[in-house]
């Protein structure tokens, strides 16, 4: 595994915590890509069961970065500034990529010299049984950002990006202890389109306890992305119009839970905070 140059290097970055059971298939479906040029950057967020042992059996066939425990955001964060590569491609330590990932992703980025990000479809497994995903979580391809406001439609495991997006639109929130994709996905997708390979290359695997997608009240964290977003001054009229739509949804959800729990001024915060942007169309000249 070495590269000529990183002119067609892609640097794969996988983030663990504590995922010993699952990250040796993760690393060996990287390994068995048939696309010969990248790197793998294993970030070891300060893992306390056997994944340092299982990294380290790999010897020079990955780079192990390892670091007290910041959360995935810091993970992916460190990986890309230790990236020499022009593509990056993230891997979750829970998932599985199918050997022509990185080969079809590359084709495409050659073919469209133009995009900046990618993703592919992919396979749902749950409990390691086949599941159909729901309607609402069909992946779009062009200008997703208004459909992408209600849940995430972009797979970190999923994506290929050219490094140079990551100038334009900054990296993960590490403030945010979930919903971190989403917020980037937003920052990404106001600006350009994000295509799709329709082509299923990676195997989702979920039904595990310690998914960040099984943090309970995820919204909160799904209405600072928007809250942000919406300040940032990058959006159309139509998208911040959009915008402002779902965060009153997300904060009145969000807002009828915390009364049910007894936390009032919770409620009553994320009401004002929902009349505040209705009351004040955020949004920038037409795009």
């Known amino acids: 595994m070495a590269p000529v140059d990183n002119r067609s290097i892609v640097s794969v970055i996988i983030p663990t915590f504590?995922?010993?059971r699952l990250l040796k298939e993760a690393v060996d479906s990287v390994l068995a890509q048939d696309y010969p040029d990248f790197e793998l950057l294993?970030?070891?967020?300060?893992?306390?069961?056997?994944?340092a042992e299982i990294l380290h059996a790999y010897?020079?066939?990955?780079n192990l970065i390892q670091q007290q425990n910041r959360g995935v955001s810091a993970a992916r964060n460190a990986g890309i500034?230790?990236?020499?590569?022009?593509?990056?491609?993230?891997?979750d330590s829970d998932d599985l990529w199918l050997p022509q990932k990185l080969t079809r992703q590359v084709q495409f980025f050659n073919r469209y010299p133009d995009a900046l990000i990618c993703q592919t479809e992919e396979i749902w497994m749950r409990n390691g049984r086949r599941v159909n995903p729901g309607f609402r979580h069909r992946?779009?391809?062009?200008?997703?950002?208004e459909p992408s406001l209600h849940l995430c439609l972009v797979s970190p495991?999923?994506?290929m990006i050219r490094r140079s997006l990551?100038?334009?639109?900054?990296?993960?929130?590490?403030?945010?202890?979930?919903?971190?994709?989403y917020d980037l996905?937003?920052?990404?997708?106001c600006r350009y389109p994000v295509y799709l390979i329709p082509a299923p290359l990676i195997i989702k695997r979920g039904g595990h306890p310690d998914q960040l997608s099984q943090t309970p009240g995820l919204d909160k964290y799904r209405i600072q992305s928007l809250v942000k977003i919406l300040e940032s001054g990058l959006l159309s009229r139509k998208m911040a119009t959009a915008a402002v739509k779902v965060l009153k949804e997300k904060c009145a959800i969000y807002a009828g839970g915390c009364l049910q729990r007894g936390r009032k001024k919770d409620a009553r915060d994320y009401k004002r905070l929902a009349d505040r942007f209705g009351k004040h169309p955020f949004a920038a000249a037409e795009s």
Do not use: H, T
């Open 166 to 181: 990551f100038d334009e639109v900054g990296l993960f929130d590490e403030n945010l202890p979930a919903c971190e994709d």
């Open 81 to 91: 500034a230790a990236a020499s590569g022009r593509y990056i491609a993230f891997l």
């Open 42 to 51: 294993v970030v070891d967020d300060g893992s306390v069961d056997d994944s």
């Open 59 to 62: 010897g020079q066939r990955l």
């Open 157 to 159: 495991s999923a994506v």
């Open 18 to 20: 504590n995922r010993g």
């Open 139 to 145: 992946k779009l391809s062009g200008m997703i950002f």
């Open 185 to 189: 996905w937003l920052r990404v997708s």
